[in-house]
Every structure is written in C-alpha cells, then in structure tokens.
C-alpha cells in the first residue's frame, strides 16, 4: 500500500464551480501535511499547510482528519488558473523526509 | 522562501554516459533533497545531501549510480552515471525552510 494515495482524476469543474478531493496516509505518526500544486513541465511549489483546525487561505480551504488519516482540499469558485496536478504531502518524521502522493489533476473549463 | 536554481535545465545523452546536475541556493541550508519524478508520476526521494557528510540514499538508489557531492552550504551536484533509457525522468532538487521548496528541474532524456 502506498504511503499517500489520492485519486488521480481528472476532475473536470465548470469554471465558478467547486470542487473537493481527499488524500489519505497511512503513517499514523506523520507530522506535517501540505499541498502542493504542480503545473506541467514546472516544479511542484507550496499551496498550503493543513493545520489540525483546518485553514482557509482565499478560495482555498484544507482540513486534515487524523482519526481517519486523511486530508482534503476544497476550491470554491474555480479560475481556469486552478487547472493543476495538486500534490498530497506528508512529512512522516522531523528532519525534513516527506512522502508525496501521485497528484490529482483538476481541470477547469470555461 | 528559498531560490533554487539548477543547470542545466535540459539534456538528451547518450546511454552509458553520465550527467551531472548542479543546485545552487540563494540561502545556506543544512540540508538538501535530490529527487525523481517520472513522467506521469510523483516525486521519489533519492537521497538526502548533508554537508559535511556521506549522502543518505533511499531504498532502491545507490551512491554508485547517483554519487552526489554537498561541498558547502549552498551547493549540490547528483550524478546520474551509465544512463539507460529507464534514466528519464525529471530530477529536482530540493531544500527545507520549515517545508520544502524545489528548484525548476532537470529533464533529462536518455536514448
């Protein structure tokens, strides 16, 4: 079993829609969670940390549920600039390691 | 955050050659990450590069096919020697500031 799974869609979302999907990890003892957007052909970079309270940052709200080990992401009000692979991230120890999800591909059509 | 830069940005070898990646921080930072992400696939860590020290690798990679080289606190090189095809792949390296950030990557295609 892979360490941190998400589907990998895509999920096609109508332009102004929301959309919502999950990830889950298996490390009962992972420290930190993060989510990643990656563009095609670029490096993944830094979307947001998901805090145990979960946390919004504009458009973006991310919650982690640690009973049943997995996170998610929510995108209200899709841009076509939302179109992305988004990255589950976990760091499962504390000097730096972290273990990615393959990514689930959103796309957002006019 | 931290800028990354990486060269070269893109190659096609030849296999059995062996390529080498430079990464330059803008910051000094203890730790730096080299990884791999396949096309169509996520990222997998080959090794960690500490200053000072031998890199640690993770299962499946070994030093003798990707020796890396952390001289200071600013600065990595991975190697990735006797390429074969299976050798494409995107390779990034990566530093930790609380979380990490990447550089834009290495596309290296092997024929």
């Known amino acids: 079993r892979k360490e941190v799974e998400q589907d990998p869609g895509p999920f096609n979302v109508p332009e102004g829609a929301t959309v919502a999907f999950n990830c889950t990890y298996s490390?009962?003892?992972?420290?930190?969670f993060f989510w990643y957007r990656q563009d095609c052909r670029k490096e993944p970079k830094l979307l947001m940390s998901?805090?145990?309270s979960g946390n919004e940052d504009g458009r973006f709200t991310a919650q982690l549920n640690r009973a049943s080990q997995y996170i998610s992401l929510l995108i209200r009000d899709s841009k076509l600039s939302d179109s992305a692979t988004y990255l589950c991230?976990?760091?499962?120890?504390?000097?730096?390691?972290?273990?990615f999800g393959a990514g689930t591909q959103v796309v957002v059509t006019p | 955050s931290a800028v990354i830069s990486q060269k070269p940005s893109r190659d096609i070898c030849q296999r059995g050659t062996s390529l080498t990646i430079q990464c330059q921080v803008d910051?000094?930072?203890?730790?730096m990450f080299w990884y791999r992400q396949q096309p169509g696939q996520s990222l997998t860590l080959i090794a960690t590069?500490?200053?000072?020290?031998?890199?640690?690798?993770e299962s499946g990679f070994v030093i003798d096919k990707f020796p890396i080289s952390r001289p200071n606190l600013t600065f990595s090189t991975l190697t990735v020697s006797n390429m074969s095809p299976e050798d494409s792949s995107i390779y990034l390296c990566?530093?930790?500031?609380?979380?990490?950030?990447f550089g834009p990557g290495t596309r290296l295609l092997v024929l």
């Open positions: 590069a500490n200053q000072g020290s031998e890199a640690t690798y």
């Open positions: 910051s000094q930072v203890t730790m």
């Open positions: 998901v805090y145990s």
């Open positions: 991230v976990v760091r499962t120890d504390s000097w730096g390691k972290l273990q």
């Open positions: 990566s530093v930790d500031q609380e979380t990490q950030y």
């Open positions: 490390n009962s003892a992972s420290q930190s």
